[in-house]
């Protein structure tokens, strides 16, 4: 899209662009240079940051994609500092750490190779949604209402810095080092960044690491660095059988996420990890209040009340739980997604945080990964299932008064959640397709079979006298 085009196709191309959370799409056809250097200018005119730290991951349009960007900061009058190749949560600690103005991480998270994008943040790492800032900065590309290009007086400075000793020295320090025993771990980069920020922070562990790849490929020749995925997993769960090792972790492809397999090979529920991780931070910080989204299992509040702690139930998102999060004075919280925030990490996600938490409380156990979950890990639950329906809305309505009928207990927090004493359910509509999310946990296996069928035929039309 040029400044001087009207084309309605290229309106809708730049508003589609701008999901909720970030700025996500194809390249060239979807995100290019060009468009990148408009959301550089319009990124400034919004903010009116002096100074905004970018940093990319290792995608193969990347390199373009940030210069276009970059050119755009400039052109708007801010400086740049150029990061290179980081993880996200590495751009976050950054921008919380150093204390710049903004920051934006050049990457499209666990997406295709095809896709890149852009998550921005203001100051003190606080996210941009489409309602803080990223429609702004939308509309004044679409309406034609950016500032000229600065002169080449007023045009903004290049400089670059390099984080990276900087952020394991950070995250090391977050944990207690000296209780880390000499555990074998192996963990899959997904030729992610990763790759990179794992032997910087390791380097100063007594940890055995069996790398799975660790060489920097955004065309993902191993497998998608999508660890929700069951496939792209298959590999680590192979190593840690195979090698003995006390357990695994699978990184997505910008690195702010982290998934867990046991050392039988078993995937460990990310909802499982916010309730070990919140042990521990209530342990540090007792009577803490923690953020959860109302996806993860019961067990989670259960467990933080049992400690204690002030458990925080949040819709599904990022910036839902970071603002939360804030706003509460939350230590930590978690999603089944794999996302983990801290507080002392400026309430951001960080993969990296999360897995030398476990590696710590695994440490101080002495006891296999599996051992330390079981005794949380006390429901069984479906998993995330999709379905596709023509109105999601209507749907909804109808699943609603046919639970309601039966006396279920009811909220609209995000999407409906359904409960029952022994079992509940939670369906949420997706933010940019016509299908709806299942989740549903029983307290034992044959009800969440039952149940999960019971409930995809009501979501699916199935169900007698469905409409």
């Known amino acids: 899209m040029t400044e001087s085009t009207n084309d309605p196709r290229e309106t809708e191309r730049i508003r589609e662009l701008f999901k909720a959370y970030d700025i996500r799409g194809i390249v060239p056809n979807e995100l290019n240079p060009e468009i990148a250097n408009l959301i550089g200018r319009g990124l400034v005119a919004a903010l009116q940051p002096e100074e905004v730290a970018v940093g990319r991951d290792m995608r193969l349009s990347g390199p373009a994609i940030a210069a276009g960007l970059i050119d755009g900061i400039r052109d708007g009058g801010a400086d740049v500092v150029d990061l290179g190749l980081v993880s996200t949560d590495a751009l976050y600690f950054a921008v919380g750490n150093f204390g710049y103005p903004a920051g934006v991480m050049v990457t499209a998270s666990h997406n295709p190779a095809e896709y890149n ?11 941009l949604s489409l309602d803080t800032g990223l429609a702004t900065i939308r509309d004044l590309i679409i309406d034609h209402r950016l500032p000229p290009p600065a002169t080449n007086q007023a045009r903004g400075s290049l400089h670059g810095r390099d984080i990276l000793d900087a952020y394991a020295k950070y995250m090391l320090g977050l944990i207690d080092v000296s209780r880390i025993k000499s555990l074998k771990i192996a963990i899959d980069a997904g030729n992610g960044m990763a790759g990179l920020t794992v032997p910087k922070v ?66 460990v529920g990310g909802d499982m990890i916010t309730a070990l991780v919140a042990a521990k931070m209530l342990e540090r910080n007792p009577g803490a209040a923690i953020v959860y989204n109302l996806i993860c299992s019961r067990s989670v509040p259960e467990t933080i009340l049992r400690l204690g ?21 939350a230590v930590f919280g978690g999603e089944h ?12 996600d960080s993969g990296m945080l999360a897995l030398l938490t476990v590696l710590e409380i695994v440490s101080e156990a002495n006891a296999p990964l599996s051992a330390v979950i079981r005794p949380l890990d006390t429901r069984f639950r479906s998993g995330e299932i999709n379905s596709d329906v023509a109105d999601p809305t209507e749907t909804m309505l109808r699943i609603e008064r046919h639970y309601a009928a039966e ?10 959640t359904v409960s029952f004493p022994t079992w509940w359910f939670n369906v949420r509509p997706s933010n940019t397709q016509p299908l709806l999310r299942l989740n549903l946990e029983a307290d034992d296996r044959a009800t969440m079979e039952a149940k999960t069928r019971e409930v995809l035929a009501q979501i699916r039309g199935e169900a007698s006298g469905a409409a």
């Not at 006396?407 to 409906?416: F, K, M, R, S």
Request: proline share 6%; charged share 30%.
């Open 117 to 127: 994008g852009l998550k921005i943040c203001g100051k003190e790492a606080r996210p």
């Open 202 to 267: 390791f380097a100063h562990l007594p940890v055995e690491v069996v790398p799975l790849f660790f060489e920097l490929d955004g065309s993902f020749p191993n497998h998608e660095a999508n660890p929700l995925e069951p496939q792209n997993v298959r590999d680590l769960q192979r190593v840690v059988v195979e090698q003995k090792c006390d357990f695994g972790a699978a990184f997505d492809g910008d690195a702010d996420r982290v998934f867990f397999i046991d050392e039988n090979g078993a995937f």
């Open 309 to 329: 702690g002030k458990p925080i139930r949040s819709r599904v998102g990022h910036s839902y739980i970071k603002a939360l999060m804030r706003a509460e004075d």
């Open 337 to 348: 997604s794999g996302h983990f925030y801290f507080r002392d990490l400026w309430y951001a």
């Open 407 to 416: 006396g279920a207990e009811i909220d609209h927090l995000d999407g409906i």
